[in-house]
């Protein structure tokens, strides 16, 4: 049996397939799929090996692309990815996760849809939509997307979902009810005395760290956080690294303690890497000390964002990290993060990062 | 997503003949560009579509329901929408509109 590292690369222009052996030194890149059409987030299903994108087209709407084949052929569906007739249609899908056999899409105006016969057709989980607050919920800046989308790995029932700019929420019931996730988490924009709501917060990305022992952590509009009670209260870990602004978050995948991030310079001042030097941070204890990662990794004129879908750890010993930019460069680490390589340059925009390991 | 179903009032009637853009066909294994439809209006039209190969009417209308934003119906030379009427050996083009970066 040999390793393959499969890299999927969903950008503006089409998903692309980056892949390698075990050692992850060398990489060839398939691509663009899915028609060229802008892929907000793919995954790979490690029960079924399938490929899922999720998209949404100018002219032709959302829909969810399913490739059985590592990238060889595909097919894509929308059958029930939808809204009611008369309310705001779905734009397009932005996030994915598959667990238990099922496939959850995340979609724009915010809402979640889940597929029982592996991406085919969809039905809507409705109870997220019945949520009291849902007439609050305003759009950031890239719309009222659905992003963040966490299965708990053993408990099917419990989901937690990320929504710019709602915050987190939470089922525990397969999502017939919700609940808001978001106390301690800040919400920088809203006036003096009203900056930690119930909802509202511009939550960028939510991750959990392996172990199932409720450690969430998050990368907000307007801080870093952690917590240790499934979102029941967060705590700032931003004290150490350069600023409370970024995208993504990523886990390592099997040390809790471990998280990576990519602070950006601010939401007024770019959103760029700090300081024009490109650094992945990462912390070793749960986010009370971090260190930059620059090895390999530009720091002069770097003037890149990494969006908050666009960055991946792998599954394998030592972890590999990736992450994509905004001007089409796709950084690789085979070492946790010590060193990086580009692994792909010159793509289009790169909105996502996820790995699929397979022994082929 | 709901279109209006053909009628059987279309049955028997000469063709409409629709046109299909190229970037909608590829999305199609077995579509094909040039399409002759017996239908009534622009809304059966679509359901006729997606009848034939499942999954085109979701490319062409959202749930509202109604014409993509940036996908164009023109009949006999006029953009139409879901209830526009087709006569008998109506010219149907659908378009895509300029759009993107």
Known sequence: MATKVHVLVGTKKGLFILESDADRRSWRLRGPFCETWPINHAIGDPATGAIHGAGGNEWFGPAVWTSPDLGDSWTHASDGLAYAAGAAPVKAAWSLAAGGGRLYAGVEPAGLFVSDDGGRSFAPVDGLQQHPSRPDWQPGGAGLILHSLVLHPEDRAQIWVGISAAGVFHTADGGRTWAPRNRGTRADFLPEGQTYPEIGQCVHCVVMAPGADGRLYQQNHCGMYRSDDGGESWRSIEAGLPSSFGFPAAAHPRDPETLYLVPLNGDTAGRYVPDAKAAVWRTRDGGATWTALRRGLPQENVFFGVLRQAMATDRLEPAGVYFGTSTGTLYASADEGDSWVPAARDLPTITSVETLVIEA | ?101
């Open chain 2, 1 to 101: 997503m709901e279109t209006p179903s053909a009628t059987d009032a279309a049955a028997g009637r000469p063709a409409v003949l629709v046109r299909l853009p190229a970037v909608l066909v590829t999305l199609f294994p077995d579509a094909e560009r040039r399409v002759e439809l017996r239908v009534a209006t622009v809304g059966e039209m679509i359901a006729a579509l997606d009848a034939r190969w499942p999954g085109m009417g979701d490319r062409l209308c959202d749930s509202t329901p109604a014409i993509r934003r940036h996908i164009n119906v023109f009949v006999d030379g006029r953009r139409a929408n879901l209830a526009t009427p087709l006569a008998p050996g109506a010219d149907v083009f659908v378009l895509t509109a300029i759009s993107g970066g």
